[in-house]
């Protein structure tokens, strides 16, 4: 049972909860992106137990005819174990996606896995064009060359920020230079991609700048927000007709995103104190 405090981020910890969460952001005009929490384990067992559950949601989302895709952590399935096991659980997810018409997207990690997550990302993309997804980091001074490589690939790239500490050497400290390097890796991607665009963000002047290159290139692109974070311009983005989709996480390992969202933000700090001390 996730605390009311916890359920502005995450959907709850059963499937069918969440799929109504899908069905609300649906009924609001948006799609949902379903993520089971989990990151990060050194067994095969869990590994290949997430995957088996992201294969059932599939199936759930395809036999409620939701509008929605999911959305795995690469060390969930096994890229700490070894890039063997998660190739292989990646491409039994995206097999089932296939099947069922469900989309999936692969969140990035720490810039040590970029490697292999492109390289499991283009290798299950030949098999299944315009089936998978990746998220890329405008953080990592690397991300300008990943595009060009993924350019030729008929996988879709969401672009984010990028949420991981990285060493100086691989990646931009300093906001204003992440920004910046976002708005580049937007403009190449508006211009060059036309296997699909996802604007992962909630900052205005990054969505802003989408819709204005959208406009100049005709190229067509989907807005990605979190669950609990700025729902009023999720909806105001749907209502006028851009395509958005909610990133909704569930499943009991809710409390270490829980306090990631709260130490991200000092609002969502004063919002987790308030809803404690009841004011
Ligand atoms: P920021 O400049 O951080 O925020 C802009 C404004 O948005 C803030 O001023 C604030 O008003 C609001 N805001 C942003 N975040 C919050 C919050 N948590 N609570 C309240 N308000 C907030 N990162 C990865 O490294 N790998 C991934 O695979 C990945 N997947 C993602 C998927 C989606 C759909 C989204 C939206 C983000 C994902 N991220 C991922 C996280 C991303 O890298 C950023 O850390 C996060 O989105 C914050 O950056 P921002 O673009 O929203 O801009």
């Known amino acids: ?14 499937v069918s ?18 993520n089971l929490l989990g990151e990060h384990y050194h067994d ?15 199936s759930e ?6 509008i929605g895709s999911v959305s795995v952590k690469p060390s969930q399935i096994g890229i700490d174990i070894g890039p063997d ?15 069922e018409d469900v989309f999936v997207w692969c969140d990035m990690e720490d810039y040590t896995t970029t490697d292999t997550t492109l390289d499991v990302i283009e290798s299950t993309a030949q098999d299944h064009p315009h089936g998978v997804g990746v998220a890329i980091q405008a953080n990592l001074k690397r991300t300008g060359d990943d595009l060009r490589r993924l350019a030729d690939v008929p996988a879709a790239v969401r672009l984010v920020k990028g949420a ?33 665009i996802a604007v992962g963000s ?4 990054m969505l802003e700048t989408a819709i204005d290159l959208h406009k100049e290139h005709d190229t067509p692109f989907e807005i990605q927000m979190l669950m609990g974070v700025r729902e009023d311009v999720q909806r105001d ?43």
């Open 1 to 14: 049972m996730i605390p009311p405090i916890a359920s502005r981020f995450v959907a709850g910890t059963t």
């Open 17 to 34: 909860g969440t799929l109504d969460h899908v069905s609300d952001c649906n009924e609001s005009g948006m799609g949902g992106i379903v």
């Open 44 to 58: 095969r067992v869990p590994a290949d137990e997430d995957a088996d559950e992201y294969c059932r949601l599939i």
């Open 61 to 66: 989302l395809a036999a409620r005819d939701l």
């Open 85 to 99: 096991v998660f190739a292989e659980n990646f491409e039994r997810i995206v097999e089932a996606g296939a099947e």
């Open 164 to 196: 991981y500490d990285e060493p100086s050497s691989v990646a931009y400290e300093k906001k204003e230079d992440v920004n910046e390097a976002y708005i580049e890796h937007l403009e190449f991607l508006f211009r060059e991609f036309d296997q699909g």
């Open 202 to 205: 909630h900052d205005l002047e």
């Open 237 to 279: 983005l749907a209502a006028k007709g851009y395509e958005v989709n909610q990133y909704i996480p569930y499943g009991d390992k809710w409390m270490q995103y829980f306090y990631r969202r709260i130490r991200e933000r000092k609002e969502n700090a004063l919002f987790a104190l308030r809803a404690v001390v009841g004011v």
